[in-house]
């Protein structure tokens, strides 16, 4: 039962709800993810964590960068079923649906050279 509260939990807060709708879309570093949804590179890196600890989203280290994917399903029967049913909700919320429209342009190259 454990294991079901902690993705529940994940899952409740809207912010990382928006980080897995976008993670749906493409791999993204955080500082990526932190423009997405205009947020502190501190508090995105807080909930890509409880999301990982979740087995929700899965991380893998790409020379410097550090990319997050969703999980692929085999920690936790929980988080797949969730994320399989995920992908078909939310996506005509005006939230979600305009943090869409922003993702393409999103490009960390051009992140790190306004920085």
């Known amino acids: 039962m454990k294991e079901f509260i902690r993705v529940i939990k994940a899952l ?3 912010t990382r709800v928006k980080i ?3 993670l749906e879309k493409r791999v993204m570093c955080v500082c990526e993810l932190q423009t997405a949804l205009g947020a502190a590179q501190s508090t995105t890196s807080k909930h890509l ?3 990982e600890d ?3 989203v899965a991380s893998h280290k790409d020379g410097l960068w550090v ?3 969703l ?3 085999q920690q936790s029967p929980y988080a797949a079923s969730l994320l399989g049913n995920l992908r078909h909700w939310l996506n005509e919320e005006s ?3 305009g943090l869409m ?9 051009e992140i790190l050279n306004k920085n």
Not at 101 to 109: H, L, S
Request: aromatic share 6%.
């Open 12 to 14: 409740s807060d809207p």
């Open 54 to 56: 979740a087995g929700l």
């Open 49 to 51: 964590k409880i999301l």
């Open 95 to 97: 939230d979600i649906s």
């Open 20 to 22: 897995l709708k976008i």
């Open 101 to 109: 429209g922003t993702i393409n342009q999103i490009n960390r190259f």
């Open 71 to 73: 999980a692929d399903g």
């Open 67 to 69: 990319n997050y994917t």
